[in-house]
């Protein structure tokens, strides 16, 4: 699939919407991403046919990039969005469902997805910045999703613990059968990153086969490309593999931010959940945690009504809100 020849344009018109509608905080984030993934290199453009729509007026100005991803048959994306005014922006929103309905034949559509990125899609219900990889917006973007036909379609939550120390106790007493104590533990090795990469990249690609909708399952070069500027890869004291016999069967992926400890992804293979072996990550990286001296535990994006965020956990408040949206044609 050749790359589309509009990434150059809708980046310029993606800054220039930003630097009018996002604060001091958070303007240089969303910029960072629009200028990491709207490049030819990125190898989301090998899987989507796309059509960027625009308008720049007297009433405002607003960008979206409506997307096919032949790896998501019947499914519509709508993505790379900003807007001056909700008027405008819920505009350009109609006009990309229009060509994803007329010209592909489509009847879902859902956003604020950008592609293959696995963070900074969704809307955050706040207009700030608070853990590293939600997304950055003004809330009242969704105000032009919403004139544009668009209900809320998942509910995403990120919770906050100042009493985690009280959580590893428990642990500690939900311990794993004894089957279990073969397995062990081993830290991301940071000198050889891309071997650990490829684990872990075969393990999500497992345990998270379709964690949405508009999820894809990515390839590994997209994998690659969306940790290239990552050094190290993962925090070697936070990031752990579990095995059993020497191959890895669970991860944990966290790392402290700001005297907190964030808690981004954890999962294991499907034999063996619901036998307390995810304690056992947990435990590992909240131990280290109170080793460091860090203030609280954050619990990252947890999709409403998973495994996770069904884990009762005590002392654990929802911090930040975040959805997605989806419109039939």
């Known amino acids: 699939m050749s790359k589309p020849s509009f990434l150059n344009s809708s980046l310029k018109q993606l800054n220039a919407i930003t630097e009018q509608t996002h604060n001091k905080e958070t303007l ?29 007026s007297s009433e405002g100005s607003a960008h979206v ?39 592909q034949g489509i009847k879902d559509v859902y ?39 668009f209900k809320v379609f998942n509910r995403y939550v990120t919770g906050i613990s100042k009493h985690y120390k009280l959580f ?36 999500m690609n497992a345990i998270f086969p379709s964690t949405s909708i508009y999820c ?6 997209e994998r690659v490309y969306n940790v290239a500027d990552h050094d190290p890869i993962f925090d070697p004291d936070y990031s752990y593999f579990l095995e059993d016999k020497g191959n890895a069967i669970g991860f944990i992926v966290a790392y402290p931010y700001k005297q907190n400890l ?32 860090l203030k609280a535990a954050i619990y990252s994006t947890i999709r409403v009504g998973n495994a996770v965020y069904k884990m009762k956990r005590p002392g654990v408040k929802v911090y930040r809100k975040y959805i997605t949206m989806h419109k039939h044609l």
């Open 65 to 103: 990039i409506a997307m096919v991803d032949k790896r998501l048959p019947g499914i519509g994306l709508v993505g790379f969005f900003a807007c001056t005014d909700t008027s405008v922006g819920s505009k350009v929103l109609e006009q990309a469902c229009q060509w994803l309905k007329e010209k």
């Open 168 to 203: 590893i106790k428990l642990l500690a007493l939900q311990k794993p059968a004894q089957e279990y104590s073969r397995l062990t533990l081993r830290p991301f090795n940071t000198s050889r990153q891309m071997d650990d990469l490829k684990i872990y990249h075969e393990l």
């Open 216 to 221: 894809p399952v990515l390839s590994w070069e």
């Open 262 to 293: 964030i808690v981004k992804t954890i999962g294991l293979l499907p034999e063996y959940r619901n036998k307390n072996l995810s304690g056992i990550l947990i435990k590992k990286v909240h131990d280290q945690a109170e080793k460091d001296d």
């Open 28 to 56: 240089p984030i969303a910029k960072s991403i629009w200028q990491k993934h709207l490049q030819p290199q990125n190898p989301l453009w090998n899987f989507v046919t796309a059509q960027p729509f625009s308008i720049e």
């Open 111 to 149: 956003g604020p997805i950008n592609g293959t990125i696995t963070r900074d899609y969704r809307f955050n219900l706040s207009d700030d910045y608070k853990v590293p990889g939600e997304p950055v917006n003004p809330a009242w973007y969704i105000e032009a999703f919403q004139e544009a036909g």
